[in-house]
């Protein structure tokens, strides 16, 4: 079983940048895919980013692409999405996931969720 929790959200001008926690606990964060979806208000949440448990493969989707980074450190139990030249568009409550053997688009296939954190870019 795995619990998440994101941090690092907040309120930046666009071109800013943000750097998102995603901490992890469970003892099977390892083995774990590791996705970055958003939702904004009014809106279906939508895919970003995901990165393998080996971190060697990460996919994005293409407005994000070039901006944003997914990594993870699993020494820290820590998946973290960079996230540089916000723009607008980018203002959404944003939520890791975590899938037993899944870390692609789809959100269906993921096991856990977390809370969510709030990011906000201002024109």
């Known amino acids: 079983q795995v619990q998440l929790v994101e941090s690092g959200g907040g309120l930046v001008q666009a071109g800013g940048s943000l750097r998102l926690s995603c901490a992890a606990s469970?003892?099977?964060?390892?083995?774990?895919?590791m996705g970055w979806f958003r939702q904004a208000p009014g809106k279906e949440r939508r895919f970003v980013a995901a990165?393998?448990?080996?971190?060697?493969?990460?996919y994005y989707t293409d407005s994000v692409r070039g901006r944003f980074t997914i990594s993870r450190d699993n020494a820290k139990m820590t998946v973290y999405l960079q996230m540089n030249s916000l723009k607008p568009e980018d203002t959404a409550v944003y939520s890791c996931?975590?899938?037993?053997?899944?870390?692609?688009?789809?959100?269906?296939?993921?096991?856990?969720w977390g809370q969510g954190t709030q990011v906000t870019v201002s024109s």
């Open positions: 990165i393998s448990w080996t971190g060697d493969t990460t």
């Open positions: 996931a975590a899938g037993s053997n899944y870390y692609g688009v789809r959100s269906q296939p993921y096991d856990y």
């Open positions: 469970g003892r099977a964060f390892r083995s774990y895919g």
